[in-house]
């Protein structure tokens, strides 16, 4: 089989704005995403205090490999005293946190990650959106 497998990596960006770390992510994250961008994420979640937020705007297609990183993601940051913040507005997104269960784990947000940088009390995407 010759099949390449191989795709671009899940995050087009990374960086900080004050104490907050924002990651893009875009495409899909699937099966085949989530080594490399569980890594990543496993690094930004590594100190004590990390402050993440993800945006999901760009992301075209998620798996239930591609949630697990992401409650990965927020469980590591909870573990060590951090936050960890998703930004989307896609209704297809909502409804899939909602089915599963997740919005009320996850901080979620429809605005983008400057209007959240340092905040601590910005309105979260209700349960019901989607």
Known sequence: MADNHTRSTPYRTH???????????QGEIDLLTVPALMEHLDSL?????????????AVAFIDCAGLGVLCRALNRS??????????????????????TGLTGAFEIHPRWPE?????TAA???PASAG
């Open 123 to 125: 309105q979260p995407v």
């Open 115 to 119: 209007d959240l940088a340092g905040t």
């Open 45 to 57: 979640t590594a100190d004590q205090f990390p402050d993440l937020v993800l945006d999901l705007r």
């Open 15 to 25: 960086r900080t704005s004050g104490d907050t770390t924002v990651v893009a992510l």
């Open 78 to 99: 909870r573990a060590r005293q951090g936050r960890l913040r998703l930004v989307t507005d896609s209704a297809r997104l909502l409804r899939i946190l909602r089915c």
